[in-house]
């Protein structure tokens, strides 16, 4: 039946060979006319569920008290109430208040702070009008030392950093405002040089969507000059290059032009797309254009075409299909990011196939015979060697598989699961130096957000403030932690000022006016509505998280959950922000990773079986393609190379990789066979079928994965690294393990 579908295909390409590629090239143009909806976008949005829970009360609060993303800023100096200093910093807070999407500044010149006592009391700045100095210098700064709102946020303990926090504006998942808001940053601090730092959540998003398209602009024409210089090598023919080189570039504009049709934006796991289609393209067009050339010259023109459409139209299909299907089986996964990978590489891979046996032969149907170079005439004596060595040493070659499989099951528990957006740029990088160093002297730059909820007035009463009050300075021991406020430090640094009492022995009557003093300002107003609702029901607690670890934060997050539900009772609590997210990420992508793999598995292994109709040659087929998977997964182990976002792709990416030189070795065995009586000796004219093609394919996919080693980008390196040793060890499982394994089935059936 396949062959007759194929016998279909050829004699409609033949006879409308000009109309395709006609058509070819009219989507093609089409397709490139999308390349200016182009967008990035790294917000952890497209790694959560639409619509779960955590999304949904993470929205919830953003409406009710605000975005909680920040620029979070440091000046080096030598004295920060310096005449000189203050004046500098003065120059700053005001360039940044003239950013669009900044908000609020805060800062010593900027901070609305409560000053003064009795009945004094005022929110100003710290420093109002000129600097302090001596004593009331000194005092100033132990005073921001103890202020339960503004400590080490301000003024670094050592004296030596002036921090500034930049409250935005933009509406959530905005990317491109946020860009813009970190370039205009960048430019007001500029004058500064090496003294100035600049992180934040915002900053370190637009980071990642720098390195992005600097990969895709610098590596997308590498790896295309690398494929075509090695497809001059294996074919020393300008079409041999030129027909592989269409099928790869028409492919993925065809993919991405799907991708940015369907409204989808570039991610750091989406970012993978491109290259990796472009890889993968090659390998049927490789296939194809070999078994031509080598029978164009004997058997003409249309007879070669025929031929080869017979003899390589089925392993094509089938390669295509398995590689899709291990692609898809991430489509399961609830992570919209992966989902997106795996629809729109498998749409890629399919994109390839119909472009192999639909667009490549019309273009042959339509040029002169191609024959091999009189220059190189290939004996295909390596293969003979190898087919020998093979029949020679078959149970060693089993026997080190066994192994190798052995070792990296024992690695795999090694993995580690983490997601730290830190680790994705490299040591040295500027926003990992300037995020550690601030971290160092200011204290965490993410945020995590605590949300308590009770009833109408719940947060007017004295004793419950004052749990909350210690509820804060208990969060503030928390390793990792770094500063805790809420409404009841605003009240407790009002009331310190105002009568010196803690906020538990004031009654219902004083909260209320304390809370009045804050609203009676407009910076007091919104300062009070980032901690509070208007009903005084629910209550915010902002965190400054300093730890970069998933794992780390998990801990953190228990013991929160419970403490919380120790002091508060009568309350609900959600654990929501930025922080928490990369948290829920973590999980989420262990299950999913667990789920796709075991669909990748059962289907591909399903296609197997249905395709070489035999359960044994389709359950030993998959032998050669679980071992690169499994020594992926050790080699993470082992290398400690985390499971997260940017790797959890590559298990089924492995086993899409690994299994089409393996069809395409049984097939042609198969075909031998007909006229062999053993696979021993149909084993010899196989691989000099297809080893010439499995090696070039091979390298193609090496080099073309090779190039993200070169990546200041740790996702894009990672994903290169593990993509080059899957290629590696599925190339040596198809040339020796996939032929003994058929060797020892044959001999146990004679």
Same mark, same amino acid.
């Given at each position: 039946?396949?062959?007759?579908?194929?016998?279909?295909?050829?004699?409609?390409?033949?006879?409308?060979?000009?109309?395709?590629?006609?058509?070819?090239?009219?989507?093609?143009?089409?397709?490139?006319?999308?390349?200016?909806?182009?967008?990035?976008?790294?917000?952890?949005?497209?790694?959560?569920?639409?619509?779960?829970?955590?999304?949904?009360?993470?929205?919830?609060?953003?409406?009710?008290?605000?975005?909680?993303?920040?620029?979070?800023?440091?000046?080096?100096?030598?004295?920060?109430?310096?005449?000189?200093?203050?004046?500098?910093?003065?120059?700053?807070?005001?360039?940044?208040?003239?950013?669009?999407?900044?908000?609020?500044?805060?800062?010593?010149?900027?901070?609305?702070?409560?000053?003064?006592?009795?009945?004094?009391?005022?929110?100003?700045?710290?420093?109002?009008?000129?600097?302090?100095?001596?004593?009331?210098?000194?005092?100033?700064?132990?005073?921001?030392?103890?202020?339960?709102?503004?400590?080490?946020?301000?003024?670094?303990?050592?004296?030596?950093?002036?921090?500034?926090?930049?409250?935005?504006?933009?509406?959530?998942?905005?990317?491109?405002?946020?860009?813009?808001?970190?370039?205009?940053?960048?430019?007001?601090?500029?004058?500064?040089?090496?003294?100035?730092?600049?992180?934040?959540?915002?900053?370190?998003?637009?980071?990642?969507?720098?390195?992005?398209?600097?990969?895709?602009?610098?590596?997308?024409?590498?790896?295309?000059?690398?494929?075509?210089?090695?497809?001059?090598?294996?074919?020393?023919?300008?079409?041999?290059?030129?027909?592989?080189?269409?099928?790869?570039?028409?492919?993925?504009?065809? &993919?991405? =032009?799907?991708? #940015?049709?369907?409204?989808?934006?570039?991610?750091? +796991? @989406?970012?993978?797309?491109? !290259? *990796? $289609?472009?890889?993968?393209?090659?390998?049927?067009?490789?296939?194809?254009?070999?078994?031509?050339?080598?029978?164009?010259?004997?058997?003409?023109?249309?007879?070669?075409?025929?031929?080869?459409?017979?003899?390589?139209?089925?392993?094509?299909?089938?390669?295509?299909?398995?590689?899709?299907?291990?692609?898809?089986?991430?489509?399961?996964?609830?992570?919209?990011?992966?989902?997106?990978?795996?629809?729109?590489?498998?749409?890629?891979?399919?994109?390839?196939?119909?472009?192999?046996?639909?667009?490549?032969?019309?273009?042959?149907?339509?040029?002169?015979?191609?024959?091999?170079?009189?220059?190189?005439?290939?004996?295909?004596?390596?293969?003979?060697?190898?087919?020998?060595?093979?029949?020679? &040493?078959? =149970?060693?070659? #089993?026997?080190?598989?066994?192994?190798?499989?052995? +070792? @990296?099951?024992?690695?795999? !528990? *090694? $993995?580690?699961?983490?997601?730290?957006?830190?680790?994705?740029?490299?040591?040295?990088?500027?926003?990992?130096?300037?995020?550690?160093?601030?971290?160092?002297?200011?204290?965490?730059?993410?945020?995590?957000?605590?949300?308590?909820?009770?009833?109408?007035?719940?947060?007017?009463?004295?004793?419950?403030?004052?749990?909350?009050?210690?509820?804060?300075?208990?969060?503030?021991?928390?390793?990792?932690?770094?500063?805790?406020?809420?409404?009841?430090?605003?009240?407790?640094?009002?009331?310190?000022?105002?009568?010196?009492?803690?906020?538990?022995?004031?009654?219902?009557?004083?909260?209320?006016?304390?809370?009045?003093?804050?609203?009676?300002?407009?910076?007091?107003?919104?300062?009070?509505?980032?901690?509070?609702?208007?009903?005084?029901?629910?209550?915010?607690?902002?965190?400054?998280?300093?730890?970069?670890?998933?794992?780390?934060?998990?801990?953190?997050?228990?013991?929160?959950?419970?403490?919380?539900?120790?002091?508060?009772?009568?309350?609900?609590?959600?654990?929501?922000?930025?922080?928490?997210?990369?948290?829920?990420?973590?999980?989420?992508?262990?299950?999913?990773?667990?789920?796709?793999?075991?669909?990748?598995?059962?289907?591909?292994?399903?296609?197997?079986?249905?395709?070489?109709?035999?359960?044994?040659?389709?359950?030993?087929?998959?032998?050669?393609?679980?071992?690169?998977?499994?020594?992926?997964?050790?080699?993470?182990?082992?290398?400690?190379?985390?499971?997260?976002?940017?790797?959890?792709?590559?298990?089924?990416?492995?086993?899409?990789?690994?299994?089409?030189?393996?069809?395409?070795?049984?097939?042609?065995?198969?075909?031998?066979?007909?006229?062999?009586?053993?696979?021993?000796?149909?084993?010899?004219?196989?691989?000099?079928?297809?080893?010439?093609?499995?090696?070039?394919?091979?390298?193609?996919?090496?080099?073309?994965?090779?190039?993200?080693?070169?990546?200041?980008?740790?996702?894009?390196?990672?994903?290169?690294?593990?993509?080059?040793?899957?290629?590696?060890?599925?190339?040596?499982?198809?040339?020796?393990?996939?032929?003994?394994?058929?060797?020892?089935?044959?001999?146990?059936?004679?």
């Amino acid at each position: 039946m396949i062959d007759r579908l194929f016998s279909l295909i050829d004699r409609f390409v033949a006879a409308r060979s000009r109309w395709i590629v006609a058509v070819t090239v009219l989507l093609t143009v089409a397709a490139a006319a999308t390349a200016p909806l182009l967008r990035f976008d790294s917000s952890f949005d497209r790694f959560l569920i639409p619509d779960s829970p955590d999304l949904t009360a993470y929205h919830d609060f953003a409406d009710r008290f605000g975005n909680d993303r920040l620029l979070v800023i440091g000046i080096e100096c030598a004295d920060p109430l310096a005449p000189g200093t203050v004046a500098e910093l003065r120059g700053v807070v005001a360039g940044l208040q003239q950013v669009e999407g900044v908000q609020r500044v805060y800062s010593l010149v900027s901070a609305p702070m409560v000053r003064g006592t009795g009945d004094t009391v005022r929110l100003a700045p710290p420093v109002d009008g000129p600097p302090p100095a001596g004593s009331a210098a000194a005092e100033l700064l132990a005073h921001l030392d103890g202020d339960p709102v503004y400590a080490r946020r301000l003024v670094s303990a050592d004296r030596h950093l002036l921090g500034i926090l930049a409250t935005l504006n933009p509406p959530r998942a905005d990317d491109e405002a946020y860009r813009r808001i970190t370039e205009a940053a960048r430019a007001v601090l500029a004058p500064l040089g090496d003294r100035a730092h600049l992180s934040g959540e915002p900053v370190i998003e637009s980071e990642m969507n720098r390195f992005m398209r600097r990969d895709l602009e610098t590596f997308i024409p590498i790896t295309l000059v690398l494929t075509a210089a090695t497809l001059f090598y294996l074919f020393r023919s300008l079409l041999g290059v030129a027909l592989p080189m269409a099928a790869i570039v028409i492919s993925t504009v065809w &993919a991405l =032009a799907i991708f #940015l049709l369907s409204g989808r934006t570039v991610n750091n +796991v @989406s970012s993978m797309i491109p !290259p *990796l $289609i472009m890889v993968i393209a090659a390998s049927d067009a490789v296939h194809l254009f070999n078994h031509y050339r080598s029978h164009a010259h004997l058997l003409g023109r249309t007879v070669a075409i025929t031929e080869t459409m017979r003899r390589i139209g089925p392993g094509c299909l089938m390669t295509s299909v398995t590689t899709a299907a291990g692609f898809a089986s991430l489509m399961t996964s609830p992570i919209p990011a992966l989902d997106d990978f795996g629809r729109f590489s498998a749409l890629g891979v399919l994109f390839s196939f119909c472009l192999t046996i639909f667009a490549l032969p019309a273009v042959l149907h339509l040029l002169p015979v191609v024959s091999p170079p009189a220059t190189r005439v290939v004996h295909g004596g390596w293969t003979i060697a190898l087919a020998d060595c093979i029949k020679g &040493a078959t =149970a060693t070659i #089993l026997a080190a598989t066994l192994v190798l499989f052995a +070792v @990296s099951l024992a690695a795999i !528990p *090694l $993995i580690r699961v983490e997601t730290n957006d830190l680790t994705y740029f490299k040591e040295g990088s500027r926003i990992r130096t300037d995020t550690a160093f601030l971290q160092h002297h200011l204290g965490g730059v993410r945020p995590l957000d605590l949300v308590l909820t009770g009833k109408p007035d719940a947060f007017t009463d004295p004793e419950r403030l004052a749990r909350l009050a210690r509820f804060g300075e208990w969060l503030r021991t928390i390793e990792g932690i770094d500063g805790a406020t809420s409404a009841a430090d605003l009240l407790t640094a009002l009331f310190a000022r105002f009568d010196g009492q803690p906020i538990g022995d004031h009654s219902r009557q004083a909260i209320a006016q304390g809370y009045l003093f804050f609203e009676f300002s407009e910076e007091g107003g919104e300062e009070l509505a980032r901690y509070l609702s208007d009903d005084r029901a629910i209550a915010h607690i902002a965190l400054q998280e300093g730890e970069s670890l998933t794992s780390k934060m998990k801990v953190q997050i228990e013991q929160i959950r419970a403490r919380a539900a120790h002091d508060f009772p009568e309350l609900d609590l959600e654990v929501t922000g930025y922080a928490h997210f990369y948290m829920l990420i973590s999980d989420l992508i262990v299950s999913s990773q667990v789920r796709s793999l075991a669909l990748a598995f059962v289907l591909v292994t399903a296609m197997m079986i249905l395709h070489f109709r035999s359960w044994r040659i389709g359950l030993l087929s998959m032998v050669p393609n679980i071992i690169p998977v499994t020594c992926t997964f050790g080699l993470m182990g082992v290398a400690r190379i985390p499971l997260n976002s940017a790797t959890a792709m590559v298990a089924s990416i492995a086993l899409g990789l690994a299994v089409d030189d393996t069809i395409h070795f049984l097939n042609h065995l198969q075909h031998e066979r007909r006229t062999t009586p053993s696979v021993a000796l149909a084993l010899a004219p196989t691989l000099r079928a297809v080893g010439r093609p499995t090696v070039y394919t091979s390298v193609i996919l090496g080099i073309g994965f090779g190039t993200l080693l070169f990546s200041r980008f740790v996702p894009s390196f990672y994903f290169g690294l593990l993509a080059v040793a899957t290629v590696t060890i599925a190339l040596v499982g198809d040339l020796f393990l996939a032929p003994a394994l058929m060797l020892a089935l044959d001999r146990r059936r004679g």
